[in-house]
């Protein structure tokens, strides 16, 4: 009885603990059968202020610097924020891109022959047409094969490359830009803590110019930065979801003391043989929802991306605000 009081008095220290600073047991919990799927977040408060370097300015219409900041954790663990990424490396080739001074006003514009094919491991010529918003890196079958070349603005949408056997597994990193680094805020019409969203639309076609696969909601996505969070109790694990739907939308007087919540991204995420059966499908977004009529980067394109026969939609996990580095994967087999 004495032992079973003892323990009694060590979980209840502990939940009081938990709970005065800021955390809730009860959402965002880990049990023993879901260790992996509901893996605690590792919990930063305010701005990053630590190693921010910039990666990219844009000068023109919607000017942003995208820069990438270091913020430390709690329990002492450093994060990039709002993601460790591989920008210096190849870029995409250009769809559409204002900074480059490549604006073609629809696909009979575009030389598709002119973009070099990138060796992802087969013989057959596949072609990846993508609009992020805001950052993405393309993968296949495990290998980086190209990366977005504008990680904020303007917005641009890309063409990739490549050469592979079916079938074949995409990863793709998508990344929601922020200029309050670590909290997830952007600075918009005045508002220095507005929250923005994300989205991507892509689509894949062989040499023949069939389409053979779009983002849709039979795609896999998950979560490793989730913020702004007014609390940490506004976040929920459960079977694999990390939902911050309780997080407010809205714009913030001062976000500045606000939470996120960060998770390692494993290794080999984007290998064929990385088991995703337990992260959530993708969720979809309306055009309208993520708001692209008036980007061209998109709608100089709709004849690919919003293809009577084979539409493509916008995917991200399950918060298109809060979600700002998501992972997502397919399996191409047809």
């Not at 050469?163 to 600075?187: N, Q």
């Amino acid at each position: 009885m004495k032992h079973y009081q003892s323990a009694t008095a060590v979980i209840a220290t502990l939940l009081t603990l938990a709970a005065l600073a800021g955390y809730s047991f009860t959402n965002a919990q880990q049990s023993e059968s879901a260790s992996v799927v509901d893996q605690r977040p590792s919990f930063t408060q305010g701005e990053a202020t630590s190693n921010i370097t910039q990666l990219y300015n844009w000068s023109g219409s919607n000017p942003r610097t995208a820069n990438i900041a270091t913020v430390k954790s709690s329990d002492g663990t450093q994060w990039t924020v709002p993601a460790k990424t591989n920008f210096q490396t190849i870029k995409a080739a250009d769809l559409y891109n204002e900074a480059s001074g490549f604006t073609p006003a629809g696909t009979a514009d575009v030389e598709l022959d002119a973009v070099p094919v990138i060796d992802a491991g087969g013989k057959e010529v596949f072609t990846a047409y993508v609009f992020g918003d805001n950052y993405f890196e393309f993968h296949v079958n495990g290998k980086l094969l190209a990366v977005d070349a504008i990680p904020m603005t303007p917005f641009n949408s890309s063409i990739i490359r490549f050469k592979a056997s079916r079938p074949f597994t995409i990863g793709i990193m998508g990344v929601d830009w922020e200029e309050r680094l670590g909290l997830g805020f952007e600075k918009f019409r005045g508002a220095d803590f507005h929250q923005g969203d994300a989205g991507l639309v892509a689509v894949i076609k062989n040499s023949a110019g069939d389409t053979i696969a779009i983002t849709d909601q039979s795609w896999k996505a998950q979560t490793f930065y989730t913020a702004p969070l007014k609390s940490k109790s506004e976040l929920v694990l459960k079977n694999g979801i990390r939902d911050s739907s309780a997080a407010n939308t809205g714009d913030i007087a001062d976000g500045s003391s606000y939470y996120a919540a960060h998770w390692p991204v494993p290794e080999n995420w984007s290998a064929p043989r990385f088991d995703d059966s337990r992260w959530p499908f993708a969720s979809t977004f309306t055009n309208e929802f993520v708001g692209v009529d008036n980007k061209p980067a998109y709608t100089n394109f709709t004849d690919i991306f919003d293809n009577e026969v084979a539409n493509a939609q916008f995917i991200w996990s399950s918060n298109l605000v809060h979600d700002n580095l998501v992972l997502l994967r397919k399996t191409v087999d047809k």
